[in-house]
């Protein structure tokens, strides 16, 4: 660190040692769960794609957030792989795919997963679920690809015009390790044991190229207005931790208003990283709404869920959620 507080050389090297290592931990992680990898070639990019679950099952397609890997969807794999088939791209270096940059951005990725998703359920919709960046990149992918999604889980979505962006630009654009602070209180209102060490291990995230990268790549016409959302046909579910301060909750609430069929659940005491923070309430939330959604029958397919009585009543920790509305 320099006496600007700026980073210098050697927390470059230290960011890029980090992010290979990350991406080691994510591959050991994925295979204890057992998914196991391939590589799909899409518009330049070799795509490490982790696969698994239940061949033929319910099709989900999982997209991780700025900077991170596939180990986002830890917390969920355990409670999907019995009855689901599960696709979980890797959108960055970070997690071991390989393209121009390294990592997709907005516009990109919404042809890349739409290619994807194509290339791995040829026969059938799949829920396509995005946590952050990823949430962005799913809605977007329902506004321009309309066929392609039989619904969407949206977690904390980023893209949502109507909102502060100065202030989460400068949220997300670290430069030092105190700038880390915001981001961190923004992830967590108590984080679990394990990451309670991890802020530095943030701040390198942030540093390395995966998130620079898309942020340089970021433009006005990525994000998404009432008028997108108003456009989505298939049934949309919005998870929001009630404390994050990066994407706020009151940006969940317009955009469940603008959207023709959709839910909201937020999740008491908990942020952006509501996935891990609330493990148990966040998998309640997607229980509940699969159960109140239905999916189109695909040749193969497990048998459709039927809808459940009360399943946003059902959820955990007394989460509240509003029902599909018109």
Sequence with gaps: MGGDGRPRLGASVSAAVFA?????????????????????????????????????????LLLHGLGATSATWLPTIGALRDDCELV????????????????IGVAEGVEVVAELARRVFPESRPTVAGVSLGGWIALKLAVAHPEIPARILAVVPGGYRHQDWRRIESMVR????????????????????????GRYGLYLLYRTPTVRDVLATVREADAFDDEDLARIAVPVGLVWGENDTLFRVEGGQAMRRALPDATLTVIPLAGHGVQWERPHEFLAAIAAFRAATSLPPAAGAVEDRPAAEGACAGAAGGSPCTHPTT
């Design 88 to 103: 979980v791209p890797e959108l960055s270096a970070n997690g071991g795919s390989r393209g121009p940059r390294a990592a």
């Design 174 to 197: 670290v430069q030092t390790l105190a700038d880390i602070g915001a981001m961190w209180k923004a992830l967590f209102v108590e984080p679990p044991w394990f990451l309670r060490l």
């Design 20 to 60: 290979r290592a990350i991406a080691a931990a994510t591959a050991a992680a994925a295979l204890a769960r057992g998914l196991h990898a391939e590589t799909v070639e899409v518009a330049g990019w070799r795509l490490r794609v982790w696969r698994g679950g239940r061949p033929g099952g319910e099709p989900w």
